[in-house]
Every structure is written in C-alpha cells, then in structure tokens.
Antibody, heavy 122, light 108 residues
Framework: QLQLKESGSGLVKPSQTLSLTCAVS??????????WSWVRQPPGKGLEWIGS???????HYKPSLKSRVTISADRSKNLFSLNLTSTTAADTAVYFC??????????????WGQGILVSVSS | DIQMTQSPSTLSASVGDRVTITCRAS??????LAWYQQKPGKAPKLLIY???SLETGVPSRFSGTGSGTEFTLTISSLQPDDFATYFC??????????FGGGTKVEIK
C-alpha cells in the first residue's frame, strides 16, 4: 500500500526558504507513469498545485511560482523534496505531497500524504 | 490559466438525498476533469477522473458527467460519511492544472 509522508520545518521566517521532504513507502518513485508532486492549501482555502517531478528527472512547475520553486528527488532514499525561496505570509499553508498519474500539466492525484502545516512568520 | 467555478459553494442536505455539484471551466477541457473529497484536517481523496471514471474503491453512489466546459458530480443517496468538501480539478495539458473553489456539503 503506497504511503507518502511529509516532514520539515513548520515555521519559516519571511524571506527564508521553506524546505519539505516527502518520504514514499510501499512503492518506488522510480516507477514509470507517475509524477511526484506538491500541492498546497492555505488555511480555509482551496488547493494549489506547486509542481511535479518525474521518473526521468523532468520537472514542471506552476508558472507563477516557478522562479521560487525547486523540486528534487533522492531515488536512493525513495523521497522527493520541495524548496520554496523568498517566502512571505502568503506561503502559509498546509503542504501536501502526492502521487499523480499523467504527465506535465495533464495529471490528477491518486495518493496523498497527510499534509504538513507551514507558517511563514517572524 | 483556466478558471474552475464550482456551485454551490455550500449545500445543505439530508441523508438519503440526491446531491449534485456543478463545476464550470472557463474554456473547454474536453473530459480532463477530476473530483476529490476532502474532510476537515485530512488530505483530499480522489473520487473520479476523466470526468466519469470512478476511482477503485469509491462507492458507486458517486458519479460524474460532463465534457467541454460543464461537469457535474452526483451522489445518488447521501450517506453520513459523505459530508465533506468536494473539489474539481482540470488537467488539460495546454494549461497549468487548477482546482475549483470547493463545495461544502453539510447536514441540513
């Protein structure tokens, strides 16, 4: 049974870098046909896709976030990570990692982590 | 970006009711639409993909229809476990994927 679990700092100071990791168990991030993604949800609001990484190493990001986002993978540890630079209070959200079927923008999310709340505050 | 508009934003219903939620896209997305259910403090759960395909393990009382710009999610007989917020998501390959604003189904 595929499981994903987020970890990282729950509090980030404004202008600093938000860093999260998603550990995957019950499946391999090197499996073809899937992407490994980050989605966030500000408190009480809707969902926003951040970006994805593929088995090939290709990455796709939401254009409005692209200049601040890096998603990387450590296949030896079966995990992938999110770095978001130059944070502001607007980046406060629950961050979910997820597995997606499809490629590039044409993906939907079939397995999700439990989510981790990250607050950006001094 | 393609805008996804859900209606209503909140829906009050009773156990056993037939419930319909609508999602409209600002331009045609063919049938590249997914529906999710989210309960408070939990991750979303995939219900339907490609507008009408039921994800494995999802009860058959959930169904999806539509194509182009208008889509519906129907719960044929609302169960206590179905009180939650529902989101649609478009995944047209020509535009970054986006979600609708959500529809909260609450107890009447």
């Amino acid at each position: 049974q595929l499981q994903l679990k987020e970890s990282g700092s729950g509090l980030v100071k404004p202008s600093q870098t938000l860093s999260l990791t998603c550990a995957v168990s019950g499946g391999s991030i090197s499996s073809g046909g899937y992407s490994w993604s980050w989605v966030r949800q500000p408190p009480g609001k809707g969902l926003e896709w951040i970006g994805s990484i593929y088995q090939s190493g290709d990455t796709h990001y939401k254009p409005s976030l692209k200049s601040r986002v890096t998603i990387s993978a450590d296949r030896s540890k079966n995990l992938f990570s999110l770095n978001l630079t130059s944070t502001t209070a607007a980046d406060t959200a629950v961050y979910f990692c997820a597995r997606a079927s499809g490629y590039a923008y044409a993906i939907y999310f079939d397995h999700w982590g439990q989510g981790i709340l990250v607050s950006v505050s001094s | 970006d393609i805008q996804m508009t859900q209606s209503p934003s909140t829906l009050s219903a009773s156990v056993g009711d037939r419930v319909t939620i609508t999602c409209r896209a600002s331009q045609s997305i063919n049938n590249w639409l997914a529906w999710y259910q989210q309960k408070p403090g939990k991750a979303p759960k995939l219900l339907i993909y490609r507008a009408s395909s039921l994800e494995t393990g999802v009860p058959s009382r959930f169904s999806g229809t539509g194509s182009g710009t208008e889509f519906t999610l129907t719960i044929s007989s609302l169960q206590p476990d179905d009180f939650a917020t529902y989101f649609c998501q478009q995944y047209n390959s020509y535009s970054p994927l986006t979600f609708g604003g959500g529809t909260k189904v609450e107890i009447k």
